[in-house]
């Protein structure tokens, strides 16, 4: 296995980079904090994702953590901290809500495809962020929960994630149960695309990275895009516009050398053009 370069990040950063061969690991680097979603983590992990978004080079991303915890979610301490406020948090509580969905959306928008590696737990917005991930690797022992009914918050904004993710009677039973949902039956409720042994998951989650790498970019980006914006659309509406993208990729030169290859029984030689 290809070893991953250096960070390319200050090493207090609260999320750390490195990359190899096309693919981009971001790593959460709070362990002692479990890897909470606190303002810096999000603004940090907000400016990676814009950077990448604008790399070219880089095909495929990992986020993985530290650490016992892959996140857990909100940073409670900076939201119990802000109950002083003049308005009791409202206007912040606003805000860093609003600021979790542009990070959550930004996976989603990513032109390239994210992979989380979960080791561990992964709670509340940590959970949340799973579920945005296009795919997901869990080790054996890695658990999931929306714990927010138990301390009296229910998940409203890690729900939106979780309901595009399963079915929404698994959803609505994460969401009004708070209990956790172990790597199995993540597995079975397609939280996660599948279940390694421990402290395998970023092995694994780099072998499915080098598979979507060796392919043409074209197609990844243009396919990733048209995936979530089809599925909000009906079903005439989906057909018309994916025909009309699946037309758009037909022009492009990857499709004509890729159909080449096949007629004349060889390996394409990708230009990602």
Not at 29 to 51: F, I, W
Not at 64 to 73: K, Q, Y
Not at 189 to 204: D, F, H, I, S, T
Not at 214 to 226: I, N, Q, R
């Amino acid at each position: 296995m290809t070893a991953l370069a250096p960070a390319e990040v200050a090493p207090e950063s609260p999320v750390r980079r490195s990359d190899s061969e096309g693919i981009t690991m971001l790593t959460l680097a709070r362990p002692a904090s479990r890897n909470s979603l606190s303002d810096a983590t999000m603004a940090a992990l907000s400016g990676a994702l814009g950077e990448i978004a604008r790399d070219v080079s880089v095909r495929v991303v990992i986020l993985a953590a530290e650490g016992p915890v892959f996140s857990a979610g909100h940073d409670l301490k900076e939201i119990q901290a802000h109950r002083t406020d003049p308005d009791r948090g409202r206007a912040y509580y606003e805000d860093v809500l609003r600021r979790c969905a542009a990070l959550m959306t930004a996976v989603v928008r990513l032109p390239q495809p994210v992979i989380a590696a979960v080791e561990g737990l992964a709670t509340a917005a940590g959970c949340q962020l799973v579920a945005s991930c296009d795919l997901a690797v869990a080790g054996a022992a890695a658990r999931f929960c929306t714990p927010g009914v138990n301390i009296g918050l229910f998940c409203h904004t890690p729900m939106v994630a979780l309901t595009r993710a399963v079915s929404r009677k698994h959803a609505m039973e994460m969401l009004l149960l708070g209990e956790w949902v172990e790597a199995d039956e993540a597995l079975r409720m397609g939280l996660v695309n599948r279940v390694v042994p421990q402290g395998e998951a970023v092995e694994a989650a780099q072998a499915l990275a080098r598979r979507i790498a060796a392919k043409s970019a074209v197609p990844v980006k243009l396919g990733k895009a048209a995936f979530y914006q089809q599925a909000e659309m009906t079903l005439d509406e989906a057909y018309a516009f994916a025909s009309d993208v699946m037309a758009t990729n037909m022009l492009a030169r990857d499709a004509d050398e890729g159909i080449s290859a096949v007629l004349a029984k060889r390996h394409p030689v990708w230009e990602d053009r």
